[in-house]
């Protein structure tokens, strides 16, 4: 009996911990977000990206990395999340919102196809250049991702010059 009540003692106190730990699925997160951090990349809540204006519920995640340049005035959406929007040039990706300027066509082209699956959108704005991904893949997507929104960085530079 004494032993029954050691054990369920035990049980008490350690079961209190075990709710503490991270789930597998939040500590790939909390790695990659982390990851995210150390490439200078923003990770924020975001709106869904074909959202009405009236539409403001925070149920997507966007990995932001902001302009270089702190006057630019980029503001269009690319997204693949639903029928919302007007056709683009890229296959299966529509316009939301508004239209990035033709100078950014064949480089949109030339990267989409290349973006995780995960990947539902791009997204310009203010703050810089943002991607609204879902978070199920790994480091190497995250890897793309950064690659991707650099060099969409590098053609916003170019196109102000």
């Known amino acids: 009996m004494n032993w029954f009540l050691i054990v369920f003692g035990i049980a008490v106190v350690i079961s209190p911990l075990m709710w503490l730990r991270q789930s597998p699925q939040a500590k790939r997160m909390t790695e990659l977000r982390g990851m995210a951090t150390q490439l200078s990349i923003q990770v924020s809540l975001h709106r869904r990206p074909d959202a009405r204006e009236d539409e403001v519920s925070l149920d997507s995640v966007c990995y932001r990395l902001p302009w270089l340049d702190w006057n630019a005035s980029e503001r269009w959406v690319l997204q693949r999340f639903s029928q919302r929007g007007w056709d683009s040039h ?44 879902d978070e199920r893949g790994d480091a190497l997507d995250l890897e793309k991702i950064a690659a991707t929104l650099q060099l969409l960085r590098e053609k916003k530079a170019e196109i102000c010059h």
């Open 90 to 133: 890229c296959e299966g990706w529509r316009w939301t919102q508004h239209q990035a300027h033709p100078d950014w066509d064949d480089l949109l082209a030339q990267l989409i196809p290349a973006l995780p699956t995960g990947v539902s959108a791009l997204i310009a704005s203010k703050a810089g250049i943002g991607m609204i991904w």
